[in-house]
């Protein structure tokens, strides 16, 4: 079967820090009031992605990995990776603070728990006023100086609050303590990983009435305790062209904000691309097929597909490849 654009039922989290957002402003089929977030692509062991369009319905990621690797993937994708998707897609609804929180460098991840390290980025679709995220520290902290405010629990007094507004975007490297505020919905490209340590949770309890874990003694050699400006993405926003965002080893994120149709070349990409529509909608056609994508909703074209045609009026991309 030919590799027309490809979408996939999207994977629903229920998260304590969760809301509404994802139904109400991103049409999500979520039953409950505290899903925090929608996977929209994964290979990630238990939740592995399935077709939801065209010929090949209920089809896995997986076993399109394992059976047309090269095609779907990329050459070099492979090589690299073997038969694992590299990235993991997600929407995510923040109705309260989530935790602070950092994820382990590649290696620290491998020697650890036998993964990929976690570098990740975010893309602001909705902010409710005022909102903010925490990205780093708000000055040089050396490692005694965090142990301490753990202890004492006054974390809080040594982060970085950012005030957000939509089209803001931030690059987290590993290593960069965190936290997604409250009223902020986002779209976030992360490596393939779920290694996360949390070190700070406000204090709240489960719907069972117990405390989340933290994972202090973890945390404490994986922080990046410098204070760096580097988290927020300052691309260009031309309109009917490809603006780059993000370049780095795990992923390329471009921004396209469409008023005509845009044809690509893709013949020399040796790497499968995902478009993320974070407004408007579109029309979106390679060599096989065409399929239609509206505000909220992703999907993948093959690294096989010789071009890509996006025909709209509107639309706001995110276009993410290897």
Same mark, same amino acid.
């Given at each position: 079967?030919?590799?027309?654009?490809?979408?996939?039922?999207?994977?629903?989290?229920?998260?304590?820090?969760?809301?509404?957002?994802?139904?109400?402003?991103?049409?999500?089929?979520?039953?409950?009031?505290?899903?925090?977030?929608?996977?929209?692509?994964?290979?990630?062991?238990?939740?592995?992605?399935?077709?939801?369009?065209?010929?090949?319905?209920?089809?896995?990621?997986?076993?399109?990995?394992?059976?047309?690797?090269?095609?779907?993937?990329?050459? *070099?994708?492979?090589?690299?990776?073997?038969?694992?998707?590299?990235?993991?897609?997600?929407? &995510?609804?923040?109705?309260?603070?989530? *935790? &602070?929180?950092?994820?382990?460098?590649?290696?620290?991840?491998?020697?650890?728990?036998?993964?990929?390290? #976690?570098? /990740?980025?975010?893309?602001?679709?909705?902010?409710?006023?005022?909102?903010?995220?925490?990205?780093?520290?708000?000055?040089?902290?050396?490692?005694?100086?965090?142990?301490?405010?753990?202890?004492?629990?006054?974390?809080?007094?040594?982060?970085?609050?950012?005030?957000?507004?939509?089209?803001?975007?931030?690059?987290?490297?590993?290593?960069?303590?965190?936290?997604?505020?409250?009223?902020?919905?986002?779209?976030?490209?992360?490596?393939?990983?779920? &290694?996360?340590?949390?070190?700070?949770? =406000?204090?709240? #309890?489960?719907? /069972?009435?117990?405390?989340?874990?933290?994972?202090?003694?973890?945390?404490? %050699?994986?922080?990046?305790?410098?204070? #760096?400006?580097?988290?927020?993405?300052?691309?260009?926003?031309?309109?009917?062209?490809?603006?780059?965002?993000?370049?780095?080893?795990? =992923?390329?994120?471009? =921004?396209?904000?469409?008023?005509?149709?845009?044809?690509? %070349?893709?013949?020399?990409?040796?790497? =499968?691309?995902?478009?993320?529509?974070?407004?408007?909608?579109?029309?979106?056609?390679?060599?096989?097929?065409?399929?239609?994508?509206?505000?909220?909703?992703?999907?993948?074209?093959?690294?096989? *597909?010789?071009?890509?045609?996006?025909?709209?009026?509107?639309?706001?991309?995110? /276009?993410?490849?290897?």
């Amino acid at each position: 079967m030919n590799l027309y654009p490809l979408q996939f039922t999207p994977i629903l989290k229920e998260r304590l820090w969760g809301g509404t957002k994802l139904k109400d402003v991103l049409g999500k089929p979520i039953e409950s009031d505290i899903t925090g977030e929608s996977w929209e692509l994964s290979g990630v062991k238990g939740d592995i992605s399935v077709v939801s369009n065209g010929e090949l319905y209920g089809t896995s990621l997986q076993e399109l990995m394992d059976e047309r690797g090269e095609e779907l993937l990329g050459k *070099s994708v492979v090589e690299r990776f073997g038969s694992e998707f590299p990235i993991l897609i997600k929407f &995510i609804d923040a109705k309260q603070d989530l *935790s &602070i929180q950092l994820h382990p460098n590649d290696a620290l991840a491998k020697e650890r728990h036998d993964s990929f390290g #976690k570098t /990740e980025m975010w893309y602001i679709m909705d902010a409710d006023p005022g909102a903010q995220l925490i990205v780093g520290f708000n000055k040089e902290v050396e490692k005694e100086e965090y142990v301490k405010s753990i202890e004492a629990g006054t974390l809080t007094n040594l982060m970085n609050y950012e005030e957000v507004t939509e089209g803001d975007t931030f690059f987290i490297n590993t290593g960069k303590i965190h936290a997604i505020g409250a009223g902020v919905l986002l779209a976030e490209i992360q490596q393939t990983s779920d &290694i996360t340590y949390r070190v700070f949770d =406000f204090n709240r #309890k489960d719907k /069972e009435g117990n405390l989340r874990e933290l994972h202090t003694e973890l945390a404490i %050699d994986a922080i990046d305790y410098e204070k #760096k400006d580097d988290f927020k993405v300052n691309y260009p926003h031309e309109m009917d062209t490809v603006n780059s965002m993000v370049d780095c080893p795990y =992923f390329r994120t471009n =921004f396209l904000e469409l008023t005509q149709p845009l044809h690509q %070349d893709l013949s020399k990409r040796d790497s =499968f691309t995902i478009y993320m529509c974070v407004g408007g909608e579109a029309k979106i056609t390679n060599d096989w097929g065409t399929t239609n994508i509206e505000k909220g909703q992703t999907l993948l074209i093959s690294a096989s *597909s010789t071009y890509v045609d996006v025909d709209t009026n509107g639309a706001k991309l995110l /276009e993410v490849s290897i």
